[in-house]
């Protein structure tokens, strides 16, 4: 009888209820679906602020441009690196479904917080006074800063939580021991990032224009209804949902097996208690907790530990002064994993450091410009539609033209591979910069012919042009984005999923701040050969753009051979039955 229940419910694995989750009933095409709804929602309240707030900033809080940019950065780098935070107390306290209920109740309080801020007078700073034809104006300060800054991080914390919970709380409803089930997994990530791109297409256009037209009030409402909206919505799917059950710290795993490597080196270079002793005899045996009774242990036979990286086969030898760092093999191959997993997180990078130049000088070539489309005059901070567009028409046709048609001429599962698609984004993302650069020559060029260097006049030259680079990034977002979370999820171990791909969002983070980085160390470089930087001033005619595109480019292309080098050698997980 034990045994016909074992075979209709998925182990390791349980409901809203925490009872066991039944095949048949729990997981599924259907649990995935209440996701993707929800990440139109989340997206949509988080970017439709987001992507206008250093307007805000500047414009309702009177801080400096300068300090708006900053402060906007270090609220985006600080949301999505939080991921990593969610993504860890899923997988090691909570499930993936608590989780998202929890950030989202957070978020919706940070929401709440800055919507009553922008609605009432008294909780912003007074309005700026002319003093000599000059207007003068006070930051935010005291009691109402407090309450910015609560609600600004209130939505970092709860925004990292989503983004380290949402994606791995759908993925993980498809049965990966099926070719069907891992097909459709496959296909969940790529929608993920197409229902992503639905939430900022809202966001950049209707939420954007209301916040421009109608009031603040009226952008913070949205988005604090759209998240409140988001629960109920994730709910909903709670009788169809299946919930990893929780396997503790990864975190811990991952110290307890280095610190044995390295203290059992240290120990004794000359000792004869080889790894092999310690398990090379079948009666040895690794210890796992039963789910239905902490105190029962099923024995598990061992396996001797693979010889690539052996250092940390060190962490295996008998250490009885410490019973408590002992390791399993199953603890040091899991980690030898996350070290595998590593140089392939650092190298995207640089691709999304390439990416933050969309909401930077991207939008400031476009504001040069002649941005009319006809009788129509497109905001240049609207420029991420194309993009996010481009994306939505992509999604579709990756899916369901290149997939099956590289599954046909390859012969195998995944058609595409997950690092072929995260190398296919960092080309893309060098193709990129080389446009941009090109564009930038073109946009300078004409300004010089026009005699409008010195002018803040529209140049005579079409917007469209800046277009290309923003297709070519967005083509590059869509491979890699979904590659790599795809990737992370599937090739982490089963306890640290959440956590790895939160890496994704993470990579997203570092790119943003790598890109501050690479601007200040470029102009104080170029500052001591020249009189000015290559970024410096207010008219950017006379900023040598091009150079530092240029110099992406170069970064890019070491970079794209830094990922080739780990790529070529890495090899797959099976995740086969």
């Not at 680079?469 to 590059?476: I, T, W």
């Not at 470029?522 to 900023?543: E, K, Q």
């Amino acid at each position: 009888m034990d045994g016909i229940c074992q075979l209709n419910t998925w182990e390791g694995y349980v409901d809203w209820r925490n009872k066991p989750a039944l095949r048949g009933r729990h997981g599924g095409v259907l649990a995935a679906c209440f996701v993707l709804a929800v990440e139109v929602l989340e997206n949509l309240a988080y970017l439709a602020n987001a992507s206008n707030l250093v307007l805000y900033l500047s414009k309702f809080m009177h801080f400096q441009p300068s300090s708006s940019a900053n402060i906007v950065t270090n609220f985006m780098g600080t949301a999505f690196l939080l991921a990593l935070l969610g993504g860890f107390l899923a997988d090691a306290f909570f499930t993936t479904y608590r989780i998202y209920v929890i950030s989202a109740a957070i978020e919706f309080m940070g929401l709440l917080l800055l919507t009553v801020q922008a609605h009432t007078r008294s909780l912003k700073p007074p309005t700026c006074v002319l003093e000599d034809g000059i207007a003068s104006c006070r930051e935010v300060e005291g009691g109402k800063a407090v309450m910015l800054f609560a609600g600004l991080y209130l939505v970092a914390l709860g925004v990292g939580g989503i983004k380290g919970s949402l994606a791995p709380h759908g993925a993980e409803q498809y049965d990966e021991t099926t070719q069907l089930g891992r097909k459709q997994r496959s296909a969940f990530f790529n929608y993920y990032v197409f229902c992503l791109s639905c939430g900022a297409l809202i966001a950049v256009t209707f939420v954007v224009w209301i916040e421009d037209n109608k009031g603040w009030q009226w952008g913070f409402g949205i988005s604090t209804a759209t998240i409140l909206l988001s629960i109920p919505i994730f709910l909903l799917g709670s009788p169809f949902y299946r919930n990893k059950i929780p396997t503790g710290s990864p975190i811990t795993t991952i110290f307890k097996v280095l610190t044995a490597a390295i203290f059992n080196t240290c120990k004794s270079k000359n000792s004869s208690n080889a790894v092999t002793e310690v398990h090379s005899s079948p009666t040895c045996s690794n210890e796992r907790r039963d789910e239905g009774n902490s105190n029962v242990k099923e024995k598990v036979p061992s396996q001797k530990p693979t010889e690539d990286i052996k250092f940390l086969n060190r962490a295996l030898r008998n250490n009885p002064a410490y019973p408590i760092a002992q390791c399993t093999v199953k603890e040091v191959e899991e980690v030898k994993i996350v070290v595998k997993i590593f140089p392939i997180f650092m190298s995207t990078i640089m691709l999304n450091c390439c990416l933050a130049q969309l909401s930077t000088f991207s939008v400031q070539q476009a504001a040069t410009m002649n941005t009319k489309l006809g009788s129509l005059k497109v905001p240049p901070a609207s420029l991420p539609v194309f993009p996010v567009i481009f994306i939505l028409i992509l999604a579709p046709v990756y899916n369901h033209v290149i997939i099956p048609f590289a599954r046909k001429v390859t012969k195998t599962e995944m058609g595409i591979t997950h690092l072929q698609r995260i190398g296919t984004g960092l080309i893309l993302s060098i193709v990129a910069m080389a446009v941009a650069a090109l564009v930038e020559i073109k946009r300078k060029r004409v300004a010089v012919n026009s005699g409008l260097v010195n002018s803040s006049e529209p140049l005579p030259i079409t917007f469209l042009w800046v277009a290309l680079q923003y297709l070519f990034l967005g083509s590059a977002d869509l491979f890699t984005l979904a590659g790599m979370m795809e990737f992370f999820f599937t090739d982490a171990p089963l306890g640290m999923r959440s956590l790895a791909t939160s890496l994704s969002w993470a990579s997203l983070a570092m790119g943003y701040y790598f890109s501050t980085v690479l601007v200040s160390i470029v102009n104080n470089i170029t500052s001591t050969y020249r009189h000015t930087p290559w970024l410096f001033g207010s008219n950017l005619n006379h900023y040598h753009l091009e150079r530092f595109y240029w110099l992406m480019c170069i970064l890019g292309g070491l970079n794209f051979l830094h990922f080739l080098f780990w790529a070529t050698r890495y090899k797959y997980r099976s995740t086969g039955p």
